[in-house]
Nanobody, 123 residues
Framework: QVQLVESGGGLVQSGGSLRLSCAAS????????MGWFRQAPGKERVFVSF????????VYADSLKGRFTISRDNAKNTVYLQMNSLKPEDTAVYYC????????????????WGQGTQVTVSS
């Protein structure tokens, strides 16, 4: 079992930045590949970014490349999502999750989820 708690969301103006954090507890965090997803009102939960357990590999949704950066600190049991040049369409609840098997792009591949943190970008 892995418990995940996101933080760092909030209200920001278009063009601004936020840094989301996801703190893990329970089983060894460094064993898990981690992902960030987001879900806008009335829409499906969609892939944002992925980082391998050793941080050697990172993947981003095509539309977010160059604006978002994922990282992790295994000593602190934390994964981060730095979001720059935010746009109103980035408004969503952002979730971190621990992947156990399957496609890194699919929410179904992630077994453990945080409760989410709201990001709202005003125009």
């Amino acid at each position: 079992q892995v418990q995940l708690v996101e933080s760092g969301g909030g209200l920001v103006q278009s063009g601004g930045s936020l840094r989301l954090s996801c703190a893990a507890s329970g089983r060894t965090f460094s064993n898990y590949n981690m992902g960030w997803f987001r879900q806008a009102p009335g829409k499906e939960r969609v892939f944002v970014s992925f980082i391998s357990s050793n941080a050697y590999n990172t993947v981003y949704a095509d539309s977010l490349k160059g604006r978002f950066t994922i990282s992790r600190d295994n000593a602190k049991n934390t994964v981060y999502l730095q979001m720059n040049s935010l746009k109103p369409e980035d408004t969503a609840v952002y979730y971190c999750a621990a992947r156990t098997s399957g496609s890194l792009y699919s929410p179904l591949s992630y077994t453990y989820w945080g409760q989410g943190t709201q990001v709202t970008v005003s125009s």
